[in-house]
């Protein structure tokens, strides 16, 4: 039986590492993370500071510790006319993490307002499918910081079942260079550390798999995106919008999402008006935004392009427009920084990886956001995960 080592257990790693292991694969993963509670999630975010911010989490289960549990199939047309067709893992997918819209009782003032708002502007705002069960989680919007409950849905689940199917987990080992051998690769590295291999599954995610390939000599790193947002926010006294389910609606436009979110940014912004966390309502406003970025081995470089702030004050504006109807003090609208908590597209299908995520390099696949062709514009984990089950299937049937 082979050997596989999967490098990083975050949205690609957990799932390929699960769906392998299922089939009587030995797998082992590797993490430069540790374990960690998913309430103490927010203690593991490393924020890399370009001219905008970019997010991710290093621990057990990578970046999805730290979800809003957003679940939309995104970048389905690009896939598909790239030659990968997603729509059986989709339907898989949604099926193991129980996809849908979350109960009234899970909707709370601040974000109906919106909605009412919205609609009554000719915005439809749809509620947003979630991977969160509504019997366990009682909202407290701290999705972003862990999960005090458990109640969403993470990579931990599916890394529990792989290690329950006999898969290792090595956790805090950063892996930083490939063994290479006549341009197979035939392990992994560690500093001096080496770990054998007969296949190598890179899922460090969209700021790391970039760095390793590098370093063993392969072209990766450009076009990076990060779908870029804001949160617009003002004052509506004693809303406690604070304390909501973040992200429980959506408009879709072209290129621009539009979702309720409460920032705790937004407090220091509008601090001449005294307000507390539960005085604030906003919108999120996220692009999709150009791959205009690069991930070098000792840097990251992202900047707006004129089409990213001509998308980012086309959708502020529709966002001060639904928040001033729905009530909010029109003189108090503020906005955050612009942001990024997508990363992705630094291995990208057709650049460095072919349609079965193979690199250049045999027995060597990426899958995790780095190989999205372009910004999905929206939240990512659904199609990562998809991404996953087909990269399984293939290796079952045709390397393994
Ligand atoms: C605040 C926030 C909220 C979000 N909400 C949503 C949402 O609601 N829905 C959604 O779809 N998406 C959401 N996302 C985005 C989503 O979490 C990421 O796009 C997704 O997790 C990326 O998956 P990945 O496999 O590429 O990387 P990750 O999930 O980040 O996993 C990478 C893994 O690699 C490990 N690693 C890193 N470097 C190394 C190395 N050198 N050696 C070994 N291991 C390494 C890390 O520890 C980590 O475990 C959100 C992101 C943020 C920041």
Same mark, same amino acid.
């Given at each position: 039986?082979?050997?596989?080592?999967?490098?990083?257990?975050?949205?690609?790693?957990?799932?390929?590492?699960?769906?392998?292991?299922?089939?009587?694969?030995?797998?082992?993963?590797?993490?430069?993370?540790?374990?960690?509670?998913?309430?103490?999630?927010?203690?593991?975010?490393?924020?890399?500071?370009?001219?905008?911010?970019?997010?991710?989490?290093?621990?057990?289960?990578?970046?999805?510790? +730290?979800?809003?549990?957003?679940?939309?199939?995104?970048?389905?047309?690009?896939?598909?006319?790239?030659?990968?067709?997603?729509?059986?893992?989709?339907? $898989?997918?949604?099926?193991?993490?129980?996809?849908?819209?979350?109960?009234?009782?899970?909707?709370?003032?601040?974000?109906?307002?919106?909605?009412?708002?919205?609609?009554?502007?000719? %915005? @439809?705002?749809?509620?947003?499918?979630?991977?969160?069960?509504?019997?366990?989680?009682?909202?407290?919007? $701290?999705?972003?910081?862990?999960?005090?409950?458990?109640? !969403?849905?993470?990579?931990?689940?599916?890394?529990?079942?792989?290690?329950?199917?006999?898969?290792?987990?090595?956790?805090?080992?950063?892996?930083?260079?490939?063994?290479?051998?006549?341009?197979?690769?035939?392990?992994?590295?560690?500093?001096?550390?080496?770990?054998?291999?007969?296949?190598?599954?890179?899922?460090?995610?969209?700021?790391?798999?970039?760095?390793?390939?590098?370093?063993?000599?392969?072209?990766?790193?450009?076009?990076? %995106?990060?779908?870029?947002?804001?949160?617009?926010?003002?004052?509506?006294?004693?809303?406690?919008?604070?304390?909501?389910?973040?992200?429980?609606?959506?408009? !879709?436009?072209?290129?621009?999402?539009?979702?309720?979110?409460?920032?705790?940014?937004?407090?220091?912004?509008?601090?001449? %008006?005294?307000?507390?966390?539960?005085?604030?309502?906003? *919108?999120?406003?996220?692009?999709?935004? $150009? @791959?205009?970025?690069?991930?070098?081995?000792? @840097?990251? +470089?992202?900047?707006?392009?004129?089409?990213?702030?001509?998308?980012?004050?086309?959708?502020?504006?529709?966002?001060?427009?639904?928040?001033?109807?729905?009530?909010?003090?029109?003189?108090?609208?503020?906005?955050?920084?612009?942001?990024?908590?997508?990363?992705?597209?630094?291995?990208?299908?057709?650049?460095?990886?072919?349609?079965?995520? $193979?690199?250049?390099?045999?027995?060597?696949?990426?899958?995790?956001?780095?190989?999205?062709?372009?910004?999905?514009?929206?939240?990512?984990?659904?199609? *990562?995960?998809?991404?996953?089950?087909?990269?399984?299937?293939?290796?079952?049937?045709?390397?393994?």
């Amino acid at each position: 039986m082979l050997n596989v080592i999967v490098v990083g257990s975050g949205a690609g790693g957990s799932s390929i590492a699960r769906e392998l292991a299922r089939n009587g694969v030995n797998v082992t993963i590797i993490d430069r993370g540790r374990i960690i509670r998913s309430r103490n999630a927010f203690k593991c975010y490393e924020t890399i500071q370009t001219n905008l911010e970019v997010m991710q989490t290093i621990c057990l289960g990578g970046t999805t510790m +730290v979800t809003l549990g957003n679940a939309v199939r995104t970048s389905e047309d690009a896939f598909k006319t790239m030659g990968i067709d997603l729509k059986e893992e989709f339907m $898989e997918v949604e099926h193991d993490l129980k996809v849908s819209t979350l109960p009234d009782s899970h909707f709370g003032s601040g974000t109906i307002k919106l909605m009412e708002s919205a609609s009554s502007l000719g %915005f @439809s705002m749809e509620r947003m499918p979630k991977f969160i069960d509504p019997n366990i989680c009682k909202p407290c919007g $701290e999705c972003a910081f862990g999960c005090q409950r458990d109640a !969403k849905w993470t990579s931990m689940k599916y890394l529990d079942e792989a290690i329950k199917l006999g898969a290792k987990v090595i956790e805090k080992t950063p892996i930083t260079e490939l063994i290479i051998q006549n341009q197979k690769v035939v392990g992994v590295k560690s500093y001096n550390q080496e770990f054998k291999a007969d296949l190598v599954i890179l899922c460090a995610g969209a700021l790391n798999t970039p760095r390793i390939l590098i370093k063993s000599g392969i072209n990766a790193g450009e076009k990076l %995106f990060v779908d870029t947002f804001v949160t617009i926010g003002g004052v509506m006294k004693k809303i406690k919008f604070n304390k909501e389910v973040p992200m429980n609606a959506l408009i !879709k436009l072209d290129d621009i999402i539009l979702s309720p979110h409460f920032s705790k940014i937004l407090v220091e912004k509008l601090k001449n %008006f005294r307000v507390q966390k539960k005085d604030i309502l906003g *919108i999120m406003v996220k692009i999709k935004d $150009e @791959s205009s970025g690069i991930v070098t081995e000792n @840097s990251v +470089v992202k900047n707006n392009t004129s089409k990213d702030v001509e998308l980012l004050s086309k959708g502020s504006a529709i966002a001060g427009s639904i928040l001033m109807n729905a009530g909010v003090d029109s003189t108090s609208l503020v906005s955050t920084p612009p942001r990024g908590a997508h990363p992705g597209g630094t291995a990208a299908l057709g650049n460095v990886v072919d349609e079965n995520l $193979e690199t250049s390099i045999s027995g060597l696949f990426v899958v995790d956001a780095s190989v999205f062709p372009e910004a999905p514009g929206a939240p990512p984990v659904l199609t *990562i995960i998809a991404l996953a089950k087909r990269l399984a299937k293939y290796l079952l049937n045709e390397r393994i």
